[in-house]
């Protein structure tokens, strides 16, 4: 997709941009030439809105691609890919090697993990990687648990990295598999895993803390807000987000498929039961409940929030489909079966990837896609305008919140009103000029129109908000 998606990938990519200039201070306005109130997420100078990892490795991406599309989703894809061999070494330690097989097939061909690294789904990097360094650290704990004792503590400082890297993606959450690594305690306590545990807990502690002292300190304004406004997603429904105890179980056929609200159950039933070790079995299962039972309890959901634990779940569902093809192909010759096994994750593949839902999401192939076609319009009139415009610049009348994009692609301060004489009086202080666009949306004043002062120049935007 050749332009930045609306939600929520524009901020995202403006904010990375700017931190490869300043990486200890994330802006979304970094050259704030208008007095106004900078006081949201979606207009802020200092932004906090989201934990900074995920920027900082889009920020180190433009350094090498370039500050384009290319670069933005560069690492959402090389996580994305790092999934596969992730979901197959889990699935074959827990169960074995096909279950591997399998669940690496159905993370291969993850529709709304494709959704994600190509920036049209909600949140999408920010997603994406936090759905990677939780499921690095469900995998890091399985190799502890199914290592050599000499070798467990390695596995518990590498459980300790991706927790810390998962809460430095978006919060608190990343902490879930803290859950399964000491519920063996509850059973059977050994100081030895009570040590491991605790070694594990420092690294995340070193790799989060830092950030929160220093944007604390140097930041104490915003970075207060933004925690307030963080704990009131649990008690508020925030930005009109709110739903049913059961949104998130009713979301499961979007993120998943069709099928697996049906089967998941006694997918999750069936590997625990036939499991080789129950103990740990229980505990991989227990961690995407708990995800569900909490994001349910929040007041505020959106239908991401429970696909961090996506792979957990690709892994019981990728169990049952093993098991279910064992016991049919019992009953023919084993030349069959291995011949059948083939086709039937084809056919499975092939219906995870919804190819007809990418296509039309992603291109023109059934007709005119409208927001593909616009955006991609945006995007080049942007550009158009970086190369003719003067480079100190302000541009106003940017309509919805594409001045996220406007600033992205021309690195001018842009507005998304049409300015005060005051405001126009801001700019020209600090020797800039002012530029109104005016696509016929909202009718320029007289005043400003007859100010030589300004120019005024005619485009139009197509506005998704």
């Known amino acids: 997709d050749p332009f930045l998606h609306i939600w929520d990938e524009r901020f995202h990519a403006l904010v990375a941009k700017n931190l490869a200039h300043h990486p200890l201070l994330p802006t979304l306005y970094d050259n704030p030439v208008v007095s106004m109130d900078y006081n949201r997420w979606d207009r802020a100078i200092v932004w906090l809105h989201k934990q900074p990892l995920f920027l900082w490795q889009i920020a180190a991406s433009f350094k090498i691609w370039g500050f384009n599309e290319y670069g933005l989703r560069f690492p959402s894809v090389v996580m994305a ?3 596969i061999p992730i979901s197959f070494r889990v699935g074959k330690l827990l169960v074995n090697e096909v279950v591997g097989y399998t669940s690496a097939i159905f993370m291969l061909s993850a529709f709304y993990t494709f959704q994600l690294v190509s920036g049209v789904q909600g949140m999408e990097h920010n997603d994406l990687a936090f759905l990677f360094y939780v499921s690095a650290s469900i995998w890091a704990w399985v190799e502890y648990e199914y290592s050599a004792n000499s070798k467990k503590w390695r596995w518990a400082v590498l459980i300790g990295l991706f927790v810390g890297a998962a809460v430095l993606c978006k919060w608190l959450v ?15 306590f050994k100081w030895k895993r009570f040590f491991h545990i605790s070694i594990s807990s420092a690294v995340t502690t070193l790799i989060v803390l830092p950030w929160q002292i220093l944007s604390f300190k140097w930041y104490p304004a915003e970075a207060a807000y933004e925690l307030e406004y963080n704990t009131l997603h649990f008690t508020e429904a925030i930005e009109g987000h709110g739903g049913e105890f059961f949104f998130h179980w009713d979301m499961i056929p979007v993120l ?16 625990v039961l036939l499991s080789k070790n129950r103990r740990v079995a229980v505990a991989f299962v227990l961690i995407p409940i708990l995800v569900y039972v909490f994001y349910s309890l929040a007041s505020t959901k959106m239908q991401s929030y429970p696909y961090v634990v996506a792979m957990p779940v690709i892994v019981c569902v990728a169990f049952l489909v093993e098991w279910l093809f064992r016991q049919v192909s019992s009953a023919f010759s084993s030349k069959f079966s291995r011949l059948a096994l083939p086709l039937v994750l084809i056919a499975l593949m092939y219906s995870n990837l919804r190819v007809t839902e ?6 023109s192939y059934y007709g005119y896609n409208e927001y593909h076609e616009e955006l991609s319009n945006n995007r080049l009139m942007f550009l158009a305008l970086k190369g003719t415009l003067p480079s100190n610049s302000v541009l106003f009348n940017v309509s919805g919140r594409h001045y996220v994009e406007a600033m992205f692609y021309t690195d001018l301060p842009a507005y998304e009103m049409i300015p005060t004489p005051s405001e126009i009086n801001q700019v020209l202080d600090v020797n800039m000029i002012p530029v109104i666009l005016n696509d016929g949306r909202v009718e320029v004043p007289e005043q400003l129109s007859d100010d030589n002062r300004v120019l005024i120049i005619d485009r139009r935007i197509h506005s998704y908000h």
């Open 81 to 83: 890919s790092l999934l």
């Open 174 to 188: 990343g902490l879930i598999v803290y859950a399964a690594f000491s519920s063996q305690l509850l059973s059977d």
């Open 256 to 271: 998943f498929g069709s099928a697996v609200p049906y089967i998941i159950i006694p997918a999750m039933l069936g590997f």
């Open 358 to 363: 990418l296509l039309k999401v992603h291109t």
